[in-house]
């Protein structure tokens, strides 16, 4: 068995690196709709 604050952090990293690829899209979407190259 795994503690449970292995789980807390295992969310903690789960939900920052959500977080991440979700800012991550935001900029993408947002630079092609401000600048788009075609």
Same mark, same amino acid.
């Given at each position: 068995? !795994?503690?449970?604050? %292995?789980?807390? $952090?295992?969310? =903690?990293?789960?939900?920052? $690196?959500?977080?991440?690829?979700? !800012? !991550? !899209? $935001?900029? /993408?979407? =947002?630079? =092609? /709709? %401000?600048?788009?190259?075609?």
């Amino acid at each position: 068995m !795994l503690p449970k604050n %292995t789980w807390r $952090v295992l969310r =903690e990293l789960l939900d920052s $690196v959500l977080i991440e690829s979700l !800012l !991550l !899209l $935001v900029d /993408s979407m =947002e630079l =092609e /709709s %401000t600048s788009p190259i075609k």
